[in-house]
């Protein structure tokens, strides 16, 4: 009851401030069973405590047409997270979705209306409950630097849906997803900062209808870095709205190491590390929230196109399938075991499937090769050696029929 009282105040101090509400006060909700993990758990029996380890905290739950059974698990997600707990739900349903990497674009939203109809399903559903909402993973980065996704309306159809999501209820929090690579100039920082400002321009409370934006999400880029583009961030806000108080979250769930250094790779990265659990207590003011959005060992896709780099564990599974080598791999480099919560599982070394790995060579890869042109060597030496004695025998024979052909009758005897 005290929950109701305190989420009521915030909700007017929201609506009061024509402002995305603040929930980080309020506990988030565990949310549903991952249900790559409970088929993981049967078939990878190795690595049932970690899964049971990691099911103890919040996995983000993907609003995504992607995934035939999104409803239903919509429904299960917002039964099983009551007013006294906050979800994290990810929108990604743009149509063309993924347009660079076409390893997600799956789906059936193909145009603006099936777009319009999968965020207002969303919107009903959800009600005027707490929810954290990530919109949009990668699409406002995207639209600022590759055509396919200005052509096919990233911002247009995020634009005319975000009121949606914010109009109708002031306990929703939203952060529009930007991709790390945004920042690595002044030039698209402003431009970020002008695309937000656009994106909010429908809705009734203008660019305070978001609460910020989300960094990291499904990549390896460690937290310390993530706050430094979220200051970043609020100095261009700051420059171009007078407005420099958005908040970020930041997704953990493999980013505990970061990637090896001067790699950019974002498909299966052999270098992922599980990180800090989600939680709202990050001691920094400009961060919300620690997020899992991305399922650790869940695959980013076959990885398998001519510009992935050997950084990335290549032939995985489709995206969203469980990947046990990449689990088991960032399990043992990550959190838990290095606080000595959980045990190593010591399955693979980190260059179980290459030759070289940042430059250094894999002497597993060196002596399976050795191995190989010592069976080649050993294996022409015989043959030669069949050969030769074959020709041997042939040309005996053919000496003795010469010889017999002009020995006289006599000499036979």
């Given at each position: 009851m005290q929950f109701s009282v305190s989420l009521a105040a915030a909700?007017?101090?929201?609506?009061?401030?024509?402002?995305?509400?603040?929930?980080?006060t309020f506990p988030l909700c565990k949310g549903n069973p991952v249900p790559s993990y409970s088929q993981a758990a049967t078939q990878y029996p190795q690595i049932k405590n970690a899964i049971t380890k990691l099911n103890q905290f919040q996995f983000a739950t993907w609003w995504t047409d992607n995934n035939p059974s999104y409803f239903t698990e919509m429904q299960k997600l917002l039964n099983n997270c009551n007013d006294s707990s906050v979800p994290t739900v990810i929108v990604y349903g743009l149509p063309n979705k993924d347009c660079k990497a076409a390893f997600s674009n799956l789906g059936t939203n193909r145009d603006a209306d099936s777009y319009s109809k999968f965020i207002s399903d969303l919107a009903d559903l959800v009600?005027?409950?707490?929810?954290?909402?990530?919109?949009?993973?990668?699409?406002?980065?995207?639209?600022?630097?590759?055509?396919?996704?200005?052509?096919?309306?990233?911002?247009?159809?995020?634009?005319?849906?975000?009121?949606?999501?914010?109009?109708?209820?002031?306990?929703?929090?939203?952060?529009?997803?930007?991709g790390y690579w945004s920042f690595k100039t002044d030039e698209l920082t402003g431009m970020v900062a002008q695309a937000i400002k656009q994106l909010t321009s429908k809705t009734a409370a203008g660019a305070s209808a978001i609460r910020g934006i989300s960094l990291g999400t499904s990549n390896y880029r460690t937290t310390s870095d993530m706050v430094a583009l979220c200051k970043k961030f609020n100095?261009?806000?700051?420059?171009?709205m007078k407005k420099g108080d958005f908040k970020?979250?930041?997704?953990?769930?493999?980013?505990?190491?970061?990637?090896?250094?001067?790699?950019?790779?974002?498909?299966?990265?052999?270098?992922?590390?599980?990180?800090?659990?989600?939680?709202?207590?990050?001691?920094?003011?400009?961060?919300?929230y620690f997020l899992w959005l991305k399922t650790p060992g869940e695959s980013d896709g076959q990885c398998n196109t001519p510009e992935i780099t050997s950084d990335a564990l290549k032939n995985g599974p489709a995206a969203g399938q469980f990947f046990e080598k990449a689990f088991s791999l960032m399990w043992d480099r990550g959190y838990f075991v290095d606080k000595k919560l959980g045990e190593k599982l010591n399955e693979f070394s980190i260059d179980v499937d290459q030759i070289k790995q940042g430059g250094n060579t894999s002497w597993v890869a060196i002596g399976i090769i050795a191995a190989c042109c010592i069976i080649l060597i050993v294996a022409g030496v015989l043959i030669k050696r069949r050969n030769d004695a074959k020709q041997g025998r042939a040309r005996n024979a053919r000496t003795i029929d010469a010889e017999a052909a002009v020995r006289k009758p006599y000499l036979s005897l």
């Amino acid at each position: 009851m005290q929950f109701s009282v305190s989420l009521a105040a915030a909700a007017a101090v929201a609506l009061f401030q024509g402002a995305s509400a603040q929930l980080t006060t309020f506990p988030l909700c565990k949310g549903n069973p991952v249900p790559s993990y409970s088929q993981a758990a049967t078939q990878y029996p190795q690595i049932k405590n970690a899964i049971t380890k990691l099911n103890q905290f919040q996995f983000a739950t993907w609003w995504t047409d992607n995934n035939p059974s999104y409803f239903t698990e919509m429904q299960k997600l917002l039964n099983n997270c009551n007013d006294s707990s906050v979800p994290t739900v990810i929108v990604y349903g743009l149509p063309n979705k993924d347009c660079k990497a076409a390893f997600s674009n799956l789906g059936t939203n193909r145009d603006a209306d099936s777009y319009s109809k999968f965020i207002s399903d969303l919107a009903d559903l959800v009600g005027t409950r707490p929810v954290n909402y990530i919109f949009e993973p990668d699409a406002l980065s995207l639209s600022l630097e590759e055509p396919c996704a200005a052509n096919s309306g990233y911002l247009d159809n995020m634009m005319a849906t975000l009121p949606l999501l914010t109009d109708g209820n002031k306990n929703a929090s939203v952060y529009v997803d930007v991709g790390y690579w945004s920042f690595k100039t002044d030039e698209l920082t402003g431009m970020v900062a002008q695309a937000i400002k656009q994106l909010t321009s429908k809705t009734a409370a203008g660019a305070s209808a978001i609460r910020g934006i989300s960094l990291g999400t499904s990549n390896y880029r460690t937290t310390s870095d993530m706050v430094a583009l979220c200051k970043k961030f609020n100095e261009a806000t700051t420059k171009l709205m007078k407005k420099g108080d958005f908040k970020c979250v930041v997704d953990t769930s493999r980013n505990y190491l970061g990637p090896a250094a001067g790699t950019g790779e974002w498909c299966n990265n052999r270098y992922a590390a599980i990180g800090v659990p989600p939680t709202s207590n990050t001691s920094n003011d400009l961060i919300d929230y620690f997020l899992w959005l991305k399922t650790p060992g869940e695959s980013d896709g076959q990885c398998n196109t001519p510009e992935i780099t050997s950084d990335a564990l290549k032939n995985g599974p489709a995206a969203g399938q469980f990947f046990e080598k990449a689990f088991s791999l960032m399990w043992d480099r990550g959190y838990f075991v290095d606080k000595k919560l959980g045990e190593k599982l010591n399955e693979f070394s980190i260059d179980v499937d290459q030759i070289k790995q940042g430059g250094n060579t894999s002497w597993v890869a060196i002596g399976i090769i050795a191995a190989c042109c010592i069976i080649l060597i050993v294996a022409g030496v015989l043959i030669k050696r069949r050969n030769d004695a074959k020709q041997g025998r042939a040309r005996n024979a053919r000496t003795i029929d010469a010889e017999a052909a002009v020995r006289k009758p006599y000499l036979s005897l």
